[in-house]
């Protein structure tokens, strides 16, 4: 492993601050190492294991142009070896101790982690510390390894009609910011990656002042920051560009794609809607009183969806809402609905549409968000047993422009919404002009009946 010179990481190697962080969910401790590094410890000792995770501050909403699925296939190169580990040896030293790795991107972050029992922290933070300044790439791994990521595309999406037609509404439903983007890449561009587009998007974002190290399980924070003194503070830091990100402009008209497949056994309708995250949102109440309209609308039995439509009409095998707020830019709001066997795609369609319009129209009522806000509320527990939950909680926000005191404020946000708070966020997103519908058919079907 390349380490600065000793003069060089002594003035590096400093005591780190706490930042004090209301105690409500996690209780995690952070610290900032001198090279910009910042590391969040969550002590959790139901058991002697421990989740390590790197987080980088970059996913495929950064790629440049035309080389889309970049971030993505490099997740994939940072397991092909450094001077001290050979290509594919990462992997496998950590399963002969006894632990399990893997990695994954989104459009904003890259994450890659270890679980493994506890007294092996220090070796696991050794290897990460090492790939991520010293990743050695040849040819010959970097030729293979694409072609395990075109298949990876072919299998997941290519042949899969549902991840097509997310891939369509996707692009659809941005009409310019990089979020129309997806994370594995576009076939065309996905096939032209090099060695060298790898290497330079690696050089660019892969470096400690550009990374968040959350170690969660049977561990300490003294600990764990005289790990990571040891092994991440030597590490030189760079000088950053900002992630740049079109801005997206006003949507003013709805669209609509219409997948057929001969594949597809359940045909299913999808509606899409742009949304504020916890990040970009103005009003920061927004997205808290959206995550209860989404539970409210389609989480679950109890919801409006499913008793309008699967149990009263009898119209839907299934009916539900989404909403995700965890983005560095926009979010999306999603609603989705899939026909009984004879019941037309007009039909569900037409009685789906009626209950968005009357939740925008009418609101929610005070007993319907109490409800929703102790179902939101009761899944604190098990985020609290899970050690991963923990990890990938606070590295999805702080990758996503929240700050630990946000996640350990979320118990308090989400039970101080009020009924007209949340039928507010329902005129303002429920939008048709800012939406898009998908509409997923067998290659025979009538779209209408």
């Not at 959790?44 to 390590?52: C, E, K």
């Not at 290519?158 to 979020?179: F, G, I, K, Q, V």
């Not at 039970?415 to 429920?430: D, H, I, K, N």
Request: no cysteine; charged share 25%.
């Amino acid at each position: 492993m390349r380490f600065l010179a000793i003069a060089r990481a002594a003035a590096l190697l400093t005591a780190l601050v706490p930042v004090a962080a209301t105690a409500a969910i996690f209780d995690p401790t952070t610290y900032q190492l001198a090279n910009g590094m910042q590391v969040v410890v969550v002590e959790n000792h139901r058991a002697p294991i421990v989740s390590h995770m790197v987080w980088y501050k970059v996913g495929a909403a950064d790629e440049p142009a035309g080389k889309s699925g970049i971030a993505h296939f490099l997740e994939h190169l940072m397991f092909k070896g450094t001077p001290d580990i050979a290509p594919g040896e990462f992997s496998k030293i950590v399963a002969r101790n006894g632990g399990r790795d893997n990695a994954f991107t989104s459009s904003d972050y890259t994450a890659y982690f270890q679980n493994i029992a506890a007294d092996r922290l220090e070796m696991v933070m050794r290897m990460e510390a090492d790939r991520m300044r010293n990743l050695t790439l040849d040819d010959a791994h970097v030729r293979s390894e694409l072609k395990v990521v075109q298949e990876e595309r072919s299998s997941r999406t290519d042949n899969n009609p549902s991840a097509l037609l997310h891939e369509r509404m996707e692009a659809a439903l941005y009409l310019t910011h990089p979020y129309r983007r997806p994370v594995i890449g576009w076939p065309a561009e996905l096939a032209g990656l090099t060695r060298e587009d790898a290497l330079a998007f690696y050089r660019r974002w892969y470096a400690p002042n550009n990374a968040i190290l959350i170690v969660a399980g049977d561990v300490v924070p003294e600990q764990v920051k005289a790990l990571a003194d040891k092994y991440y503070a030597p590490l030189k830091p760079e000088t950053l560009e900002p992630r740049l990100r079109a801005a997206e402009p006003p949507q003013a008209g709805a669209r609509r794609i219409e997948l057929r497949d001969a594949r597809v056994r359940q045909p299913s309708w999808m509606r899409q809607h742009v949304a504020p995250s916890y990040a970009s949102a103005t009003d920061k109440t927004r997205p808290y009183a959206l995550q209860i309209l989404a539970e409210v609308l389609g989480g679950g039995a109890t919801s409006r969806l499913y008793k309008s439509l699967v149990v009263e009409q009898g119209l839907a095998a299934s009916a539900g809402a989404w909403y995700e707020a965890e983005a560095l830019d926009w979010g999306s709001f999603g609603i989705s609905a899939s026909p009984r066997p004879g019941v037309g795609m007009d039909k569900l369609e037409t009685a789906v549409l009626a209950e968005i319009a009357r939740v925008a129209k009418d609101g929610v009522t005070a007993p319907e968000v109490t409800r929703a806000q102790a179902r939101l509320k009761a899944g604190i527990t098990f985020a609290r047993d899970s050690l991963h939950t923990a990890a990938r909680v606070l590295g999805e926000a702080l990758t996503t422009g929240q700050s630990v005191a946000d996640v350990e404020a979320w118990p308090e946000r989400i039970a101080a919404v009020t009924p007209e708070q949340v039928s507010q966020a329902a005129r303002a997103v429920l939008d048709e002009r800012a939406s898009v519908t998908g509409l997923l058919l067998p290659a025979q079907q009538e779209t209408r009946r």
